[in-house]
């Protein structure tokens, strides 16, 4: 692999530098995108379906940028990668587009096998084609980040073991097992057919733009409503927290500078329990927002256990040293920060939070969290 050479090469030569994101709309996508082209001189492609968590009004702060394109794109759909990838002829790919709630995926698992196992095998197909016909000094650059979760690698109860990059697979959730055959497809072209590939597992991002379903979000915008915050089981349910910002500048590190073939974990450093994030959430909008309302005495008064979702793994973790000793990346928030942070920002953008809550995803989200 001695012929490859960091996509970062081209900036200190002072080339263009062009980046699909697939997925982009979502919320890391659109973090990434943020940050690419407030930080970077890069030209970026993104590349969504828009489904139900796709949201361009995330992107509203860089919509104007001549650096910035959208294409209406699902990523089955091969022709259509192919025209795009011909038209915008990428240096790299970042891989986010994906069906991502774990809920979601218990209720309805099809979407799950088509966009993240399918989406994902047409998206390498186009890309090695494309790539397989570069002249040599643009195919030695070239790059397709996979970027997958830390869920892939199933549950550490019992345990204070972290993820590494060596942990074997062991998923739970049909979304997890999803992702899992994705980050396979992903390193299976890379041995067979040589394509330039780099895998990151996160853990659970949170921050600004994040679709109301996920637990932060949820809690901030049910408490702000008076409304029950339902907790799973008894709440004691281990994750590690990344503030998404940390996380869109650690994936657009690994793609300028991580090594050919190679995975790295990307964490935040903050194992919490569910119930504690509750609580400090909670403790927050009593500071941020003492105007309760009606008939809500303290926030926390409104937690709620609910049964708890169908083979929930209790601990997740990740050891983030790899990255940290190899590309000299480590996050800039703690959970206290990001999380003080994420409360001032659904504090100041009701309007975006008003828009994302159509009838649909209430009716979703009603018949999800029945105690």
Not at 237 to 246: N, S, T
Not at 293 to 301: E, K, L, N, R, S
């Amino acid at each position: 692999m001695g012929h490859f050479r960091p996509l970062r090469d081209k900036v200190i030569e002072g080339l263009n530098v062009n980046i699909i994101v697939t997925g982009g709309a979502g919320f890391i996508g659109s973090a990434v995108i943020r940050h690419i082209i407030q930080h970077t001189s890069h030209h970026v492609l993104n590349m969504d379906k828009l489904t139900y968590a796709g949201n361009l009004e995330s992107l509203a702060e860089v919509a104007g940028s001549e650096r910035y394109q959208f294409s209406h794109t699902d990523i089955c759909d091969r022709a259509a990668l192919d025209t795009l990838f011909n038209q915008f002829r990428p240096d790299a790919v970042m891989h986010l587009a994906a069906e991502s709630h774990v809920d979601r995926s218990i209720s309805g698992p099809s979407d799950f096998v088509e966009t993240n196992i399918i989406g994902t095998y047409q998206l390498l197909e186009a890309a090695r084609q494309y790539w397989s016909n570069l002249p040599e000094a643009a195919k030695a650059t070239f790059r397709f980040h996979h970027i997958s979760t830390d869920e892939v690698y199933g549950d550490l109860e019992g345990t204070t073991d972290l993820f590494t990059e060596e942990t074997s697979y062991s998923p739970s959730s049909p979304y997890s097992a999803s992702k899992a055959s994705s980050d396979h497809l992903v390193r299976a072209w890379h041995r067979t057919y040589g394509l330039p590939v780099i895998v990151t597992n996160c853990s659970n991002n949170y921050g600004p733009y994040h679709f109301p379903e996920k637990l932060i979000p949820l809690m901030i915008l049910n408490a702000l409503q008076g409304k029950a915050l339902p907790v799973y089981g008894n709440g004691q349910q281990i994750r590690d927290w990344l503030y998404v910002e940390d996380h869109a500048r650690a994936l657009f590190k690994v793609v300028s500078e991580g090594a050919i073939g190679e995975t790295y974990n990307i964490g935040g450093h903050n194992e919490k329990a569910n119930i504690d994030v509750v609580h400090g959430i909670c403790a927050l909008l009593e500071e941020l927002a003492p105007n309760k309302p009606t008939g809500v005495a303290q926030y926390q008064d409104l937690i709620t256990y609910v049964k708890d979702r169908p083979g929930h793994d209790v601990r997740y973790a990740i050891d983030a040293s790899k990255i940290k000793k190899e590309l000299g990346w480590v996050p800039e928030e703690s959970f206290e920060t990001g999380l003080r942070k994420t409360v001032q920002w659904y504090l100041a953008n009701q309007q975006w939070v008003s828009r994302v809550q159509s009838g649909e995803y209430q009716n979703w989200l009603d018949q999800q969290y029945q105690g």
